[in-house]
C-alpha cells in the first residue's frame, strides 16, 4: 500500500528526533561528563538539532509534493484526523507524567540545566511516542 | 464463536464502475487515495457519512457496500 503523507511525515519526524534530538543529548552528556558546558554551547547544540529536524521536515515536504499525481486530494482527512486524535491524546499522557516529574519531583534534588535538560528530553519523548501511534495506526490499522 | 465484523466490497464495486481508481473515489468522497485503499483492505471504517457517501458514488444501498458479516 501506498503510504500516505502523514505517515510519513511521522516516519522523518521520528527519525529527526532519534537522530538529531538523540544527538543532542548524546553531545550535552558528553560534555557535561567533561566539564561545564555553557548557556550558548547548549543553545547552539539546541538550535543546530531544531535546524536539522526542520530541514529533513521540509525536504520531506518537497519530496511529498514532487510524488503527488494531479489533482490528488492532499488534505489532512478523517481518517488522518482520527489518528492524530488517538496519538495526542496518548502523547498528551506521556507528558503530563514527565512534566509532573520535571515539575514536582526534580526541583527537590536537580540542578537547574537538569530540569531544564529533562523538560526538553520528556517533550521528546512524548513527540516520540506520538509519532510511534501514528505510524502503528496507519501500518495496523484504525478502529474506533 | 467469531465476532461480527463490517466488511466491505469497494474493490469491487471500483472494478465494476468502469475501473474507478482509488485517487477517483477518495476525490469523489473528498479522502485520499491511502484512506480509500486502508478501507478496502480493512484496516480502517470509514465514518458514517463517509460510508453513505462511498454507497452514493456506487447507486447502491449502504448495507450491499458495507455488509455486517455475522
Redesign the interface.
Known amino acids: ?5 502523514r ?1 510519513q511525515f511521522s516516519w522523518v519526524w521520528l527519525g529527526s528526533l532519534a537522530l538529531f534530538y538523540g544527538g543532542y543529548f548524546v553531545v550535552i552528556s558528553i560534555l557535561e561528563a567533561v566539564g561545564e558546558v555553557g548557556l550558548f554551547t547548549r543553545l547552539g547544540l539546541l538550535t543546530a538539532a531544531a535546524a536539522a529536524s526542520g530541514l529533513a521536515i521540509g525536504l520531506n515536504a518537497l519530496l511529498a509534493r514532487s510524488r503527488r ?1 494531479p ?4 488534505a489532512r ?4 484526523r482520527a489518528i492524530g486524535s488517538h496519538a495526542r491524546s496518548v502523547a498528551y499522557g506521556v507528558l503530563l507524567v514527565g512534566m509532573i516529574v520535571v515539575g514536582c519531583v526534580m526541583p527537590f534534588g536537580a540542578t537547574e540545566w537538569e530540569i531544564v535538560q529533562s523538560t526538553i528530553f520528556v517533550i521528546v519523548i512524548a513527540e516520540i511516542v506520538s509519532c510511534a501511534v501514528v505510524i502503528a495506526s ?1 501500518r ?5 | 464463536m467469531s465476532e461480527p465484523r463490517l466488511t466491505n466490497t469497494v474493490k469491487t464495486l471500483r472494478f465494476l464502475a468502469g475501473e474507478m481508481t482509488q ?1 477517483e473515489l ?2 469523489r468522497v ?6 480509500i ?2 478501507i478496502e ?7 458514517l457519512e ?1 460510508a453513505y457517501k462511498i454507497a452514493d458514488v456506487f447507486g447502491k444501498p449502504i448495507d450491499e457496500v458495507f455488509p455486517w458479516e455475522l
Open positions: 500500500m501506498v503510504m500516505s503523507e505517515e499525481e489533482d490528488e486530494v492532499t482527512d478523517e481518517r488522518d496507519y495496523r490499522g484504525w478502529r474506533v | 485517487s477518495g476525490k473528498g479522502v485520499t487515495r491511502q484512506t485503499a486502508a483492505t480493512g484496516k480502517y471504517s470509514p465514518t463517509t
